[in-house]
């Protein structure tokens, strides 16, 4: 063979072998971490990331809290050597300087090669998680998935479209709140007029979500509403003000007020919480704002309540 053709094949070979990253950074829906994907893999259905056709290999592409990024750099900075055999690695990206590790471990019976890497978004951490089965690490290679890595770009808001998209209802109302943003894609949404740099809790703010489990009798409706109420993350003092059963949109519903302290500054909030019965799960729309702002906030949580509708 001359030594051109020679070459040829050999960079083939090596493009079947070790897969390509593709032009473009990729955004999962809801997460404002985008990664360029390997060669094969697609945006998954089930979860933010992505996943081979057999999906078998996966890539999880989340986010979590801002302080999370900082512990882990600091772990990592005192124990370079890392523990347990799982060496810790640094790489930049066009995002900053992120952390990774490497290991093999066990997915039943079968062996898998399982990575981890965070960065710092500033206001949140970037989280990405890969696992690939032992027979697919000859084309996923540890410097395959480096690559990946290295590729990791930030965005900084999701479009409030694709982030309702996402959601198990349709909200018809956002109550002029300035910012919106999912909690937990398809789960939670917060609509706020504070950001997560101020803070939420010194301006009036809405959570929505899903709760899947829900009080087996009716009779059992007003001691859950009350102890969920009481148990909202942040709310301290509470004291409860109005417990009683009412109907939203024609369904069985609850309404629970407290008057509570919030926030690291422990403003003084009132916070109404809903919870729409029905179905196989339950929505609960919590709405907290300063004592002081009150009167003006709760007519726009009811419009932002009396907006949110069935997909489909």
């Known amino acids: 063979m001359k030594p051109f053709r020679l070459l040829a094949a050999v960079a083939l070979l090596a493009a079947i072998m070790r897969p390509a990253l593709a032009a473009d950074a990729v955004f999962p829906p809801g997460v404002r971490v985008g990664l360029t994907p390997l060669v094969g893999m697609v945006k998954s259905k089930t979860f933010p990331g992505f996943e081979s056709e057999d999906q078998n290999v996966k890539v999880l592409v989340t986010e979590l809290p801002s302080d999370a990024y900082g512990e882990i750099k600091k772990v990592f900075t005192e124990n370079p050597q890392g523990a347990g055999g799982i060496k810790p690695h640094s790489l930049e990206t066009a995002a900053g300087t992120a952390y990774y590790t490497s290991e093999t471990g066990k997915e039943g019976d079968n062996t898998v090669r399982r990575y981890s890497m965070i960065l710092s978004g500033g206001t949140f951490s970037g989280y990405v998680a890969v696992q690939i089965p032992e027979n697919a690490t000859k084309v996923y290679t540890d410097d395959a998935v480096r690559q990946m890595f290295a590729t990791a770009v930030l965005r900084s808001e999701v479009p409030i479209d694709e982030q309702l998209e996402l959601m198990p209802f349709r909200l018809t109302d956002l109550g002029n709140f300035k910012n919106v943003r999912t909690l937990a894609p398809g789960a939670a949404l917060i609509l706020a007029d504070g950001d997560e740099t101020s803070g939420f809790e010194p301006a009036p703010f809405m959570i929505i979500g899903i709760i899947g489990a829900t009080p087996p009798e009716p009779e059992d409706r007003a001691r859950f509403a009350q102890q969920t109420a009481t148990q909202i993350p942040g709310v301290r003092e509470a004291r409860m003000t109005v417990s009683e059963a009412i109907r939203i949109d024609g369904m069985?519903?609850?309404?629970?007020?407290?008057?509570?302290?919030?926030?690291?500054?422990?403003t003084p909030v009132t916070v109404v919480q809903w919870l729409r019965f029905g179905g196989p799960q339950m929505l609960r729309i919590v709405g907290s704002a300063p004592r002081d702002q009150w009167s003006a906030a709760f007519p726009r949580f009811r419009a932002v309540r009396d907006g949110i509708k069935p997909r489909g």
């Open 252 to 266: 069985p519903a609850y309404e629970t007020r407290i008057d509570a302290t919030s926030g690291k500054d422990s």
